[in-house]
Each structure stands twice: as structure tokens, then as C-alpha cells.
């Protein structure tokens, strides 16, 4: 089993739609996470960054940490086109030099 | 600030060839890494580093040797291409990542494409 598991995709969706992109780990001692968004031809950016489990949130974008169920999310409201990009997801544990990443969710957003 | 950097942008090797890929952060981040990322397969960490001088293997370092000389650069060479390192080369920098891991994790690079023929 891969430690972190992101379904690639791709995932189109119209304009305005609510956006769920999801990522499972087997790793109970990661407490650190992250979404990252690539667009085309471009380097990852960090998105969003939750410690341990809970939720936040930061203009469209929801982030959450489900560590019971080994399980986080982030969700997009009110999608736009700009939205289009690769998500990837990403965990660190404590005391840890490297992060481990999921394979990315392709989005595209429709107008 | 210019963050972090890359040489070149995009290159075509033959076969045996060899060739060095630099990496430049101007945030003085401890920790720099080389990653590769293919369709299907992400991005797979082959080699980091956790201070000027110091360098340690990742998932997939098998063809590639590393330096980290200067703080500021990491360099990842390649002493005999082949076609199967075909992809996109990414450094990232960043701050100690845990446990005082901070909002900003780690700094991505644009990129470098490479191409063996």
C-alpha cells in the first residue's frame, strides 16, 4: 500500500460547482498537511496547510483533516476556470526531512 | 526576492551524455531537494539536502550524484543519460519542515524539461 493515495482523475466540472478533492495515507505519525496547486508548465505552490486534524479555511478553499480516518480533504467553492490545475496533496510527520506527496487530482473548471 | 531558481529551462541530450542541473534559493533555507515528475507517477524525490555539505539520498537516486557546496545552490548532476531520466526536474527549498514546521514548507522551483534521445 502506497503511504499517501490521491485519485489522479481528471475531474471536470462547470463553473460556480463545489469542488472535492480527497487524499488517504496509511501513515499514523504524519501531523503535518498540505495541498499544493501545479499549473500547467509551472512548479507546485502551497495552497493550504492544516496541522493534525480540524479544518480551515481561507477565501473558497477548505481544508480538512480527518486523522481518525486517515483521510483529508479540500474543497473549492464557487469554482473557477482559473481554478484549473493539478492538486496534490502532501504530509509530513514530526521530525521528518521529507514530504511525502500524493500523485495529484487533475481539475478543470469549465466556463 | 527571486525564490528559487533553475538552469537551464529546457534541454535535449543524446544517450551518455552528461550535464549538471542548477539549483539557486536566495531565502536561506536549510533544506533544498531534486525531485522528478512523470505522468502517472508524481513527483518522487531523488536526492535532498539538510545543510550546506550535506547530502542524502531519496526515492529514486539511482544515475543522479548530488553537491551541495554553497548554501544557496544544490546541483544535481547526471554522469550518463539515459533515456528513462526523460522528465521534469523540480528543486525545492525550505525551512526545517517539522517539528516546527512553518506555513511556507517548501519553495518549488519553474522547472527544467529534459529530454534524452
Known amino acids: 500500500q502506497k503511504e499517501v493515495e490521491q485519485d489522479p482523475g481528471p475531474l471536470s466540472v462547470p463553473e460556480g460547482a463545489i469542488v472535492s478533492l480527497n487524499c488517504t495515507y496509511s501513515n499514523s505519525a504524519f501531523q503535518y498537511f498540505m495541498w499544493y496547486r501545479q499549473y500547467s508548465r509551472k512548479g507546485p505552490e502551497l495552497l493550504m496547510y492544516t496541522y493534525s486534524s480540524g479544518n480551515k479555511e481561507d477565501g473558497r478553499f477548505t481544508a480538512q483533516v480527518d486523522k481518525s480516518s486517515k483521510y483529508i480533504s479540500l474543497f473549492i467553492r464557487d469554482s473557477q476556470p482559473s481554478d484549473s490545475a493539478t492538486y496534490l496533496c502532501a504530509m509530513v510527520q514530526g521530525g521528518s526531512e521529507k514530504l511525502v506527496f500524493g500523485k495529484g487530482t487533475k481539475l478543470t473548471v469549465n466556463p | 526576492n527571486a525564490g528559487v531558481t533553475q538552469t537551464p529551462k529546457f534541454r535535449v541530450l543524446k544517450t551518455g551524455q552528461s550535464m549538471t542541473l542548477l539549483c539557486a534559493q536566495d531565502?536561506?533555507?536549510?533544506?533544498m531537494y531534486w525531485y522528478r515528475q512523470d505522468p502517472g507517477m508524481g513527483l518522487r524525490l531523488i536526492h535532498y539536502?539538510?545543510?550546506?555539505?550535506?547530502?542524502a539520498k531519496g526515492e529514486v537516486p539511482d544515475g543522479y550524484n548530488v553537491s551541495r557546496l554553497k548554501k544557496q545552490n544544490f546541483l544535481l548532476g547526471l554522469e550518463s543519460a539515459a533515456p528513462s531520466q526523460t522528465s521534469v526536474y523540480f528543486c525545492?527549498?525550505?525551512?526545517?519542515?517539522?517539528?516546527?514546521?512553518?506555513?511556507?514548507?517548501?519553495?518549488f522551483g519553474p522547472g527544467t524539461r529534459l529530454l534524452v534521445l
Open positions: 539536502s539538510v545543510g550546506e555539505g550535506t547530502t
Open positions: 525545492a527549498s525550505s525551512y526545517q519542515l517539522a517539528p516546527t514546521a512553518r506555513a511556507e514548507t517548501q519553495y
Open positions: 531565502m536561506n533555507h536549510e533544506y
